[in-house]
């Protein structure tokens, strides 16, 4: 961005050198028009200069592709990633935003971590690569914590049971609100267990 708009032929041909020599043309100066009266009430027209507006490199480039500054923040923290791990990202192995909080590891660590991730076959969730950073920053992150903080189990890794809610709508009052289905759902399934305990239980009493 900083690089844009310098003209390097203006050297190469000899029009402007180096020292200052003003090309032939002047400089032109944006004005804007301003409207007014003079003293008698009659109208007139006159201008002054336009301000120039100053803005950052990373504000401009933020204008220019539709992003925030602090996105733009982001993708200039992922340039701190050793290959391998921004690889990762690039096929979408890790998550972007958890990508930019392991960038703030150190490059050693960064290599420990991949090595770990190989290992294990985990990705670190967002939180735990907040606590990766923290602990780096603190100077207590090494390759135990790495193993400790991998190893533990994420949301996402819990068995799920999926249940679509159209195959039990008729089922249930119209005006239940979600919660109260689920509330619903996890006390028959209760009522179900203690009834098969119970059975199984009579079952073995009457051998």
Not at 85 to 100: G, H
Not at 106 to 119: I, K, N, P
Not at 186 to 198: F, P
Request: proline share 4%.
């Amino acid at each position: 961005m900083k690089q844009q708009g310098k003209r390097n032929d203006l050297f190469q041909d000899g029009t402007l050198s180096p020292v200052g020599t003003k090309l032939e043309n002047p400089t032109l100066e944006l004005n804007q028009l301003v409207c007014s009266y003079d003293d008698s009430g009659k109208w007139e027209l006159g201008s002054q200069p336009l301000e120039k507006e100053r803005v950052r490199t990373d504000e401009l480039l933020a204008r220019q592709i539709g992003e925030s500054r602090n996105q733009i923040a982001r993708y200039i923290r992922l340039t701190n990633l050793i290959p391998k791990i921004l690889d990762m990202v690039d096929e979408d192995k890790l998550a972007f935003r958890s990508a930019v909080e392991l960038s703030y590891l150190s490059e050693e660590e960064q290599y420990e971590l991949h090595a770990v991730m190989e290992l294990e076959q985990v990705i670190p969730s967002l939180s735990q690569a907040n606590r990766m950073k923290r602990m780096s920053q603190s100077g207590k992150l090494d390759m135990d914590m790495l193993y400790e903080i991998l190893g533990e189990e994420k949301p996402n890794q819990r068995e799920k049971l999926k249940i679509y809610a159209d195959s039990l709508e008729g089922y249930f009052p119209s005006d239940y609100t979600p919660k109260q289905k689920v509330e619903l759902i996890e006390t028959l399934v209760k009522e179900w267990s203690l009834n098969q305990t119970k059975t199984k239980t009579m079952e073995k009493k009457g051998r």
